[in-house]
């Protein structure tokens, strides 16, 4: 976040994520790249579909593997 203090100085506490909804096309994406680019923060772009398997325990593994990846 850009302006940490604020939060400080108006008790609040950060933001730890953003969920976004909506039909396909409105810019979700588009919107968060462009926030991400200008607070100069790290984007990681999961699909629901990517992490969805009808195996047991593929789905749990497969939303570590992103964890992880974004921690690196």
């Not at 939303?63 to 921690?71: G, K, M, P, R, Y």
Request: hydrophobic share 40%.
């Amino acid at each position: 976040m850009m302006f940490p203090e604020a939060f400080v100085r108006l008790g609040l506490s950060r933001p730890r994520g953003v969920l976004l909804y909506g039909p396909p096309g409105c810019a979700k994406t588009t919107l968060v790249k462009a926030a991400a680019s200008s607070s100069h923060c790290a984007f990681l772009s999961v699909s629901g579909a990517g992490l969805f398997s009808p195996l047991v325990g593929d789905s749990e593994r497969a939303l570590a593997q992103h964890s992880e990846t974004s921690l690196k």
